[in-house]
């Protein structure tokens, strides 16, 4: 194991593998990040179904069977990612056991064209809960205006919700709000809140890419690579009130457990930049770090593990975000843009998902 990788989950944050692939499942890899990389958990998007189906053979013998059975595209689409999804979960089961449910989740999207609508994103997450029928499961529910309501009624029906497409303050206090009123209102049913997980995935570099790009244009560029830090620090921030508040308190007092911020987007995506910095610029306990592979070899292999680089940084967070303001970056705009292209990126990715399987279901 990397003395790295220890020190990191040393220090609170749970390391969780953001891509999955029939590929990396038959192959065994995934057991081996779990036992040689610290990885308790998987998360997926449409994106990486995309690419896993675009690559190799993996998925031939089931494409076939799915193709002499005239399934439509869009259920074999659920065939085939809840199929992995189920494999994944039973890969990470001693995880899930040995952290009291904790770890060892596995993230599966709803369809992002769901994105806008409520009620079909409730239907979805319902139908994809009990499709994977794994307890170590966690459905992925856009933040969205519409998405919140979806994240409450899924919570209050026991459905463990892993949060995406986070980009602003504002909308992840309106998660944290979504999810108390979703274990609130499972209290009152008399579920179990021990067994309700949820993580709320707070997008780190696609800020920095945005903020960047217009930093360029407003002759800032000694701003550059600042903002998705600063962004993800206060988001803990945010977190660390609610933890502190007496409406938490008492759900906790009822079993629940936290909902952990996750940094998810966490590639580096300017080679100018440290390939670890949203890692070992982002650590704190109670957190979770999804990353695709580059990044965990990378953080394994030269990351600068030093203790909480969040707490003590908030100051300096607020300076930067107010210095960002002052130079004419509009935070509100940004988180708005970046939001809207989360959701038409996903979509495209289904699109292309849709499209690959379709062409393979042909007896």
């Known amino acids: 194991m990397s003395e790295i990788l220890n020190k990191l989950s040393g220090q609170g944050v749970a390391i969780w593998l953001d891509d999955i692939s029939r590929e990396r499942l038959r192959t065994g890899n995934l057991e081996q990040l779990i036992r040689d990389k610290n990885v308790v958990g998987v998360t997926s998007n449409p994106t990486i179904f995309a690419n896993a189906l675009s690559k190799g053979d993996a998925y031939n013998a089931q494409l076939h069977d799915l193709a002499v059975r ?16 189920r494999w994944a979960a039973d890969v990470l089961r001693p995880v899930y056991d040995a952290t009291g449910g904790v770890d060892g989740r596995v993230s599966l999207e709803v369809d992002p064209r769901l994105a806008r609508e409520s009620e079909k994103t409730i239907a979805e997450a319902r139908a994809l809960w009990w499709l994977v029928d794994r307890p170590n499961l966690m459905i ?11 994240i409450t009624q899924a919570l209050s029906e026991g459905i463990s919700i892993n949060v995406t497409l986070i980009f602003s303050l504002e909308r992840y206090r309106a998660v944290m709000d979504a999810w108390l009123a ?4 499972a209290q009152a049913k008399g579920l179990n809140l021990a067994s309700i997980e949820s993580v709320a995935s707070f997008f780190v570099s696609r800020v920095d890419t945005e903020i960047d790009k217009r930093l360029d244009k407003l002759g800032k560029p000694e701003l550059k690579g600042k903002a998705g830090i600063a962004n993800a620090r206060l988001a803990y921030a945010a977190f660390e009130e609610v933890m502190n ?6 759900l906790r007092a009822a079993g629940a457990r936290p909902q952990r911020p996750l940094w998810a987007s966490t590639g580096v995506k300017n080679p100018e930049y440290s390939d670890t910095m949203y890692v070992d610029q982002l650590v704190a306990p109670g957190t979770v770090n999804t990353m695709p592979e580059k990044t965990l070899d990378a953080t394994a292999d030269h990351a600068n593990i030093t203790g909480d680089t969040v707490r003590p940084f908030y100051e300096q967070a607020w300076n930067t975000m107010a210095a960002l303001k002052d130079a004419g970056v509009d935070y509100d705009d940004v988180v708005k843009v970046l939001e809207d292209e989360g959701v038409e990126k996903f979509e495209a990715s289904w699109n292309e998902l849709l499209e690959s399987v379709t062409k393979n279901l042909v007896p």
């Open 140 to 150: 992925k529910i856009p933040a969205t205006v519409e998405g919140l309501p979806a």
């Open 70 to 85: 005239g399934v439509e595209v869009g259920e074999a689409v659920r065939a085939i990612t809840t199929y992995d999804i």
């Open 182 to 185: 979703g274990l609130e209102a």
């Open 245 to 250: 508040s007496e409406r938490w308190q008492r």
